[in-house]
């Protein structure tokens, strides 16, 4: 089964996304949010292994993917409403089932996710994240204070594209191709400006703050990239929550661990 694609009106234009819909869906809807400067292709390894008995589907936040973007960056808690509008749509139209529904996110797409479950218990009933980008106040001021130097604008040098090819080298798990990384670049180089918009918001919001405020079951999966060490520190703070390490994969691991995080993930969300 491959994901369907199609778009969902929203406050900044058209949201485009990828859905799998199986032949019955006794489970509540899965919502998948990608992390930055992704997009809904980064779920397609999985997506269709979850929705056996559940509707599956994965968003581009707006500006990212094939998403209209908003003229700013956003904040957080924008994501979060246009997630919340997003399945207020897709129930309205019948194509997903109304009540509550679980969230999945990868780094910038568990921040949403978390926003969203601690805002409402009722929606939302639970979550499973892939890295916490969980930093202290001035940690995330200085990084937010660097992005420009990490993530340099576009100009004729093409500084930023070697930037870029060095960063995804660097992140990138091994095991995952050359192709795969450039279809990657590709994706994030055709943002712009907007390229570190995601990290903005990121970098702006408390996310120690609202883990606290999480009251439901959450499912953190910790593959060794980038977050890592931070996700170790910090994954205690969600009240009701469990963390898997998956030592030995980065980014990638979607890919890589497929069969594994289908197993964890499917036995989480059918507690």
Known sequence: MRPTKAYAPGRFGQLHYR???????????????????????????????????????????P????????PEPLEIGD???????????????????????DVMGYHTGSITATEMARRDSQ??????????????????????????ERFPPPDRTLHHVEKL??????????????????????????LGKRLPWGYIAVYRYDFLGAMAEVSQPVLVLNPEDDLWAVTHQTSHLFRNGRRIDIPGFSHGVLTIRRDYLVEEIERFLRQ
Not at 63 to 70: F, I
Not at 131 to 146: F, K, V, W
Not at 169 to 174: I, K, Q, R, S, T
């Open 63 to 70: 500006g990212y993917g094939m998403s209209d973007p908003p």
């Open 79 to 101: 994501y979060a409403d246009a997630m919340f509008s997003f399945m207020e749509h897709l129930s309205s139209r019948g194509i997903v089932a109304p009540g509550p529904f």
């Open 123 to 148: 929606r939302v009933r639970r979550c499973a994240l892939f890295g916490l980008a969980a930093y202290p106040d001035d940690i995330r001021a200085e990084r937010l204070d660097r992005l420009s």
């Open 165 to 190: 090819w060095s960063l995804i080298g660097e992140l990138a798990d091994p095991g995952i191709s050359a192709e795969e990384l450039h279809i990657g670049m590709a994706d994030a180089l055709r």
């Open 19 to 61: 859905i799998v819909t199986p032949e019955a869906a006794s489970q509540p809807p899965l919502l998948c949010l990608h992390q930055t400067p992704s997009n809904s292709r980064q779920w397609e390894p999985i997506q269709p292994f979850l929705a056996k008995d559940r509707v599956v589907v994965a968003a581009d936040t």
